[in-house]
């Protein structure tokens, strides 16, 4: 069985990275469709190594002839048109922050919480997560099923590839510019980003913290436990792609390193590389084009019995974005039945 796939945003970061996952996964394509805003119709765009797609107006596009709408094209753009091709019978998975906290719009990770998707029939619209929470359940979500967590404290590494091409280009300029003393202003971010970091990733709220440092308490919440308490700092990184997490963890009962080292070496989705004593450990420039989430540096926390930190890495436009899309729509049809409409 085949489904027809359409892909929206697909000239975007995430977008292109979609098209990759399907060809990577050998996910059962019939036809897909490239679309996005008008302005880019003409364009085309890759998919696998021979084959390119014409990309196609969003606004005139009939979801009716697709099974699956992958969508990463900005909160407002899903707003308008994921609940017409929900509508349409397009089962929406949707990347952008939008649905996310919508009470009756499964928030999901399908190697933490696959059981959401059980009523996804009810919208046709499910969402994706957070990069930056991705990447952070699937490493506690084997610990919380050992020794329920309390708290977790996390300060965030993000590449600018979080904050798409735009971001990624200014980067480049600034660093070549930076090499011959020239100064450029930035305007993607609030600061020079070459050489430097900044504590401030979306916009700030009443409180002081960021959105995206709201989105990962609240997320990790809705998809892991209510009851976890939350703290997070996200800081933009001079990295092109890769994010990187140093978190803490308090849990109700003792854990020791020994004990999240065996139960994460056997956790679906990641990969344990610890080992202080031969410099074992994951940076996100090695996460780059790898489907896991790495998990380094697993020791006590000196202040806190209960308590352990460690050092959490993965690839945030693929397991941060793309790939876990391609999961979720995976899931619908090896667990839910999602049937394709030609099928049908």
């Not at 697909?10 to 990275?17: D, I, K, L, Q, S």
């Not at 085309?44 to 196609?56: A, M, Q």
């Not at 709408?69 to 899903?78: E, N």
Request: hydrophobic share 40%; glycine share 6%.
């Amino acid at each position: 069985m085949s489904y027809n796939i359409a892909v929206v945003g697909a000239t975007g970061n995430v977008g292109r990275e979609m098209l990759e996952t399907l060809i990577m996964r050998d996910f059962p394509v019939g036809k897909v469709y490239a679309l996005a805003s008008e302005r880019s119709v003409g364009k085309k765009v890759s998919f696998g190594d021979t084959k390119t797609l014409p990309v196609e107006n969003l606004a005139t596009f009939d979801f009716s002839k697709v099974d699956i709408g992958l969508f990463s094209p900005g909160a407002s753009v899903s707003k308008e048109y994921a609940p017409k091709a929900a509508a349409a019978g397009c089962v929406v998975i949707d990347n952008t922050s939008y649905f996310r906290m919508q009470e009756n719009i499964p928030l999901v990770v399908p190697e933490v919480n696959p059981e959401a998707l059980k009523n996804f029939a009810k919208t046709n619209i499910i969402a994706n997560p957070n990069c930056s929470t991705i990447q952070m359940v699937v490493a506690l979500k084997p610990l919380h099923d050992a020794a329920k967590i309390k708290r977790v404290v996390v300060s965030t590494y993000q590449s600018v590839s979080g904050a798409g091409k735009d971001a990624m280009d200014e980067l480049y300029d600034q660093t070549k510019r930076l090499y011959v003393h020239e100064k450029m202003e930035p305007t993607k971010f609030t600061r020079q980003i070459a050489f430097n970091v900044i504590p401030h990733i979306d916009v700030f709220m009443d409180g002081g913290d960021t959105k995206e440092e709201w989105k990962m308490r609240v997320e990790t919440q809705k998809i892991l436990d209510p009851n976890i308490a939350v703290s997070a700092t996200c800081v933009r990184v001079p990295v092109f792609i890769g994010h990187a997490e140093s978190v803490n963890v308090e849990f109700e009962t003792p854990l020791s390193p020994d004990q999240a080292r065996e139960i994460l070496q056997e956790a679906p989705g990641i990969i344990l590389n610890d080992s202080p004593d031969d410099l074992r450990y994951t940076t996100p420039l090695e996460s780059v084009g790898e489907e896991a989430v790495y998990v380094s540096r697993i020791r006590k926390d000196p202040s806190n019995p209960n308590a352990l930190n460690m050092w959490i890495v993965a690839d945030n436009l693929l397991k941060g974005a793309a790939l876990n899309a391609v999961q979720i729509a995976e899931t619908l049809i090896s667990q839910y039945g999602l049937k394709a409409k030609a099928a049908a």
